[in-house]
């Protein structure tokens, strides 16, 4: 049947401006505007393009296993992050240098600096001054390399512009603020925590909060003057089992949100909580599963990933241009990749789909490009890729993907991806699709995959394009009905094209992963949402199991009562 | 070529762990304290529960052994530290933790799991006073550290059997006895006085302020409190803590020729109350500065035959660099694969017990039970009992010249048996004898004017530059962001010990001394010390934190007087520098910038 999108809130990058301009951000840009004009006067060759980028972090991490605390911090800090490109927008000194020597400045061009906490101007310029004369040196350095390499080289595969002119943005929202009530949530993690007290199979535990209440200014020479705040507060959940021939037993819950608030209620963590341990146990006496290649569900949260996965990181501009990477869809544009009813887009001005805060949502991305939406497959068709400023064949803008952790260099990555199939069956139909194509194959079970801790994928020439995906709850579904039954110790494998042209249906369960993604410019927010999907066929292949025994010992038992506690402030008066 | 590939191959998506990867370990505590549950007793009886409960059933089975010792360490940290740069705080963290350390022995005194591969076992654990949750920790923690301590002793065991028994450390226990220790000391408060320490961080990070010609500065403080808990199943038990607090001001710059430049001051004491009054830190941060500023113009060193002078805090940094690790009797462990025992840890003293290893001059001790240094200066290394329980002991290692003795942990060696209660162990590594208060002495200590004639004298000689050298640059002392290219290119020369770089050095002729740059000192070995001319009368208490960066390492003193080394390579420092800075910095910008700060006169001897 055709299905309906799920709902969302989409917010406009503009909206909600006007903020006072702090005091800090202005005295960044009178420097940035002084370097302009200074290294454009004293620089041989001058910079072009000079990009500051601030992220103002406010963490507080709350942690406890077993009842007791282990962790309760706040951590502040200011990082820099300065950009100085060399050359014009043609060719410049960020251009891949092809060569069989190590190349330093690829490595070395993320750096983090600590800014001064407070707005003094003087402070501020001066770490920033220092900062900006190392890196236009850097970057003049390179750009004489670079020039020398094309005398040298064949000409590169992607003519390419090396960097995208885009219109300035002017955007001032309100800085991030998020009050926590620490007692009280130590309180209430002490108390999740408690719930694997006397659990015999659960071997470590915890729980944490983390909240991370982030402000971000940009500025650039290209007259660029953007500040965002955002909050981001999770609460994970985890424990881990040993079965009894030796293999490690993981589980865990995230909540994710964007306010306390939003997180849902205690209720809803201990379940999960239970679920875990509940979990863990049956895992402890799951059989191991065999290799199998076979028909299968990818439920809503695994799902996700997988396209995260396999998909969404092969569709990062940067890989399309760089000579070193597989391009698995360089050249598909205008092509088919999947079935014909499967549509995907990333959109990070999504803030909420369906009942979850989505962790990918930003209004503009780490290069001062507004956040939009970027269809990536349209009814099966290769529509177009994750973009930053640095173009590629075929597209010359960004599409407000260009994302980082402070320190490090900026490329395209995900935010909110969003698989969307044209036609749904209920979930219970899947599972009928699943049962009568697993006999058409004549096996006696599909699998179905419940969740998946993560993944990673290859996406680079010199070794093999495969992803694996790390399963952690996955179940047999028998062709003759009986109940379904918990399996473990496999991981999912495959190729990305083989594996994407083979989903042959959907359900319309839209679920959300939402998680923290890593690769070239460090971890980002991300979130990935599907429904639950069929897939003709998948292979799952052995894992690497733990030889170690489970304890010798039991559990200390509480032999003797416990010696009463009482609570203590921190900070007593010092003697 | 194929680390580029490695670093940009493998894409992942977690849901769990850090939001931040790179965010550090340090954090700062939650503004409003917090009710964490503290009760006196509860930590050491889960600590001696388990521990009698392992000793009596943890077995894997009749043919593995059983563990013959169990050890417990639970280290509560508390620790604030401030970064400042030019009066703004750049960070301002606090990390309160409880680390427990376990140590399961298996096999017997003579020949068990240690003294082989293997690292040490230190997790984050949690820190309230919860029995339950303790026991839980310490019951999943032996588990682990018993079972590889047997296969570890399976492993070292076979690889004995397959090395040629020539080894003539073939015989020697691997744990020396040593009778149970009981030593507590009352522990007061857990909480240093962050707020006191963030001002005058603060505050001496302004002072940088009034000298644009340095391009970058920074001032760190730190004050911890570590309160230690060790049981033994041998029946040792340990309550005692340690505080520490340092300051270090640190400036970088460049000379118009783009050589690299930089210094540093370091203050330390035990607690913030003990450092020097803010008068006096403000006069040594000043005269660091003008001496820096100074060094800009300078001319640069020609290489050659010198004679040097090591005074203040060089001279200890000099008994450290060339000494310190070496006066560590405790073997390096033995490795699977025979003949890759390549003594790279096996210290150059070891072999050379009651033979000249200095001058006759010269006489060296470590007295961990000194409480207080020449001058009533603070003395971080000094503590009562070590890290294996052991009461700390006064140890004579030269005496007029002659190696009398080595530092001593648990772990024998065929000539001291014995430890002397310099077991110690860094936060993340195991126990290995480390420094705790060296103090060198000479003989006939000079006064500076005679150190400087001495000198003279050795000028007039012909073919020698004389030279005095103030400051050497440390490690541990953060720079200004040096880049991974400047660090992979570093020690490019593979023959004789890595270059001495001193940072503060002046040129002595004829009376005269004249600020120098870009000063390397070569081949300078421990048998250097046989060198040693004379000494001064002045004796510098220096502190560090040995075998560890920031506050990780084992707090350890050295206190040394002037020493005057007569033949020393000295070149001139190598390498391509940095481009100076092409426009200006925003401090020459600032109507306020001290006319001073320009002066090009060296800042005049002490």
Known sequence: MPAAPPPVVRIDPMSGGGAIKPAGLAALETELQRGMKDLGGKGKPPPYYIAYEIHDRNDITIAASYGALVQSSVRRARILDTDVRVGDYKLDSTHTIRSNDFDFSSVTSGHPVALPLSDDPTALRTVAWRETDRRYNEAAERLVKIRTQRSLKVADEDPSDDFSREKPASYLGAPAALSIDVPAWEQKIRQLSARFRGQADILDSGVTLQTSSLTRWLVNSEGSVVQTGRNYVRVFLEANARADDGMELERFETFDAETVDGLGGTAEMEKAADAIITDLRALRKAPLSDPYIGPAILEGRAAGVFFHEIFGHRVEGHRQKNEEEGQTFAKKVGEPIMPAFVSVYDDPTLARLGTSDLNGFYRFDDEGVAAQRATLVSDGVLKGFLLSRSPTRGFAQSNGHGRRQEGRAIVSRQGNLVVEPKRTVPVSELRELLRAEAKKQGKLYGLSFRDISGGFTNTQRGGPQAFKVLPILVYRVWVDGRPDELVRGVDLVGTPLAALSRIIAASDDYQTFNGYCGAESGFVPVSATSPSLLVQQIEVERRDKGNDKPPLLPAPALMRPQAPTQAQPTATVKP | ?606
């Open chain 2, 1 to 606: 070529m194929s680390a580029r590939r490695w670093l940009a191959a493998v894409v992942v998506v977690v849901a769990g762990g850090s939001t931040n990867a790179a965010a550090d370990s340090l954090a700062k505590t939650a503004e409003k304290p917090s009710g964490v549950r503290v009760n006196a007793t509860t930590v050491r009886q889960a600590m001696e529960d388990e521990i009698a409960r392992s000793m009596k059933e943890l077995h894997m089975g009749d043919d593995e052994p059983r563990p013959y010792f169990i050890g417990y360490t639970v280290s509560d940290v508390d620790q604030a530290t401030t970064s400042a740069t030019l009066g703004a705080v750049t960070g301002a963290h606090a990390y309160r933790g409880r680390l427990l350390r376990t140590e399961v022995r298996v096999g017997d005194a003579n020949f068990d799991n240690t003294n082989f591969e293997g690292g040490a076992s230190v997790e984050a654990i949690p820190i309230e006073d919860d029995y339950a949750a303790l026991r839980r920790e310490l019951w999943l923690r032996s588990d682990e550290a018993y079972k590889n301590a047997v296969e570890t002793l399976a492993r070292k065991r076979s690889a004995a059997a397959g090395q040629a028994s020539a080894d003539e450390d073939d015989g020697i226990a691997d744990f020396s006895s040593q009778a149970a220790s009981h030593v507590e000391v009352p522990f007061t408060s857990a909480t240093p006085d962050p707020e006191a320490l963030r001002e005058t961080v603060r505050k001496l990070s302004l002072l940088l302020a009034s000298f644009p010609e340095i391009y970058s500065s920074h001032v760190i403080g730190t004050t911890s409190v570590a309160r230690r808990r060790l049981a033994t199943s041998e029946g040792t038990w340990v309550d005692d803590n340690q505080r520490t607090t340092r300051i270090d001001v640190i400036a970088d710059t460049q000379a118009d020729d783009g050589m690299k430049l930089r210094s540093f001051v370091p203050f330390s004491a035990l607690d913030t109350a003990g450092l020097p009054s803010f008068a006096d830190m403000e006069k040594a941060v000043r005269a660091m500065a003008k001496e820096l500023v100074a060094t800009r113009h300078a001319p640069v060193v020609t290489s050659g035959a010198g004679a040097v002078l090591f005074e203040g805090p060089a001279a200890a940094q000099i008994v450290k660099i060339l000494l310190g690790d070496q006066l560590s009797g405790t073997p390096p462990p033995k490795t699977a694969s025979a003949g890759s025992d390549d003594g790279g840890q096996q210290s150059v003293l070891a072999g050379k017990l009651g033979q000249r290893v200095a001058a006759p001059t010269l006489s060296l001790v470590d007295d961990p039970l000194m409480a207080i240094g020449p001058g009533k200066a603070p003395v971080i290394g000094s503590y009562r009992v070590d890290d294996e329980g052991v009461p700390a002991q006064r140890v004579s290692l030269i005496e007029k010249g002659v190696l009398k003795s080595l530092l001593m942990s648990r772990t024998p060696r065929k000539e001291l048996t014995r430890s002397n209660g310099h077991g110690r162990a860094p936060r993340f590594a195991g126990v290995r004898a480390h420094v705790g208060t060296l103090v060198l002495t000479g003989d006939k200590g000079q006064k500076r004017g005679d150190l400087l004639a001495s000198l003279d004298k050795i000028a007039k000689g012909g073919g020698v530059t004389t030279y005095v050298v103030r400051l050497l640059d440390d490690g541990s002392i953060p720079g200004d962001g040096d880049d991974l290219a400047a660090l992979f290119s570093f020690g490019g020369g593979s023959h004789g010990p890595p270059p001495i770089r001193p940072l503060v050095v002046y040129r002595v002729a004829n009376g005269k001394e004249t600020l120098v740059r870009g000063v390397t000192l070569e081949n300078l070995l421990p048998r250097s010390f046989k060198e040693v001319s004379a000494t001064g009368n002045e004796p510098f208490v220096y502190n560090y934190q040995d075998g560890g960066g920031g506050f990780s390492g084992v707090p350890s003193t050295i206190i040394a007087p002037a020493l005057l080394f007569p033949d020393v390579d000295v070149r001139r420092q190598q390498g391509k520098h940095r481009k100076p800075p092409v426009y200006p910095s925003p401090l020459s910008l600032s109507p306020t910038a001290a006319p001073a700060a320009s002066s090009v006169s060296p800042a005049s001897p002490r």
